[in-house]
Nanobody
Framework: QVQLVESGGGLVQAGGSLRLSCAASGRTFSTYATGWFRQAPGKEREFVAGISWSVHSTYYADSVKGRFTISRDNYKNTVYLQMNSLKPEDTAVYLC????????????????WGQGTQVTVSS
């Protein structure tokens, strides 16, 4: 069993930065691939970034490539999402998810989800 808790969201002006954290409980979290997703009002949940359990592989949606960086510290059981050059269209609830298999872009591939943290980018 893995429990995920996101933090670090907030209100920021366009061009600003935020760092989200996803803290996990469970001794086996380091063996899970982890993804960040986001969901804006009235829109489907979409993949933002993912990282393999070994930290060797990272993946990004085209919309955030070059602006967001995903990383993880397996000793702290925490995954991070550094978000720079934020845009109003990045406004959404950001959720982290854990997958026993490989990093995937589909929500159905993930076994555990956090509750999410709100990110609001003002213009």
């Amino acid at each position: 069993q893995v429990q995920l808790v996101e933090s670090g969201g907030g209100l920021v002006q366009a061009g600003g930065s935020l760092r989200l954290s996803c803290a996990a409980s469970g001794r086996t979290f380091s063996t899970y691939a982890t993804g960040w997703f986001r969901q804006a009002p009235g829109k489907e949940r979409e993949f933002v970034a993912g990282i393999s359990w070994s930290v060797h592989s990272t993946y990004y949606a085209d919309s955030v490539k070059g602006r967001f960086t995903i990383s993880r510290d397996n000793y702290k059981n925490t995954v991070y999402l550094q978000m720079n050059s934020l845009k109003p269209e990045d406004t959404a609830v950001y959720l982290c998810a854990a997958n026993k298999g490989l990093v995937a872009g589909e929500t159905s591939e993930y076994d555990y989800w956090g509750q999410g943290t709100q990110v609001t980018v003002s213009s």
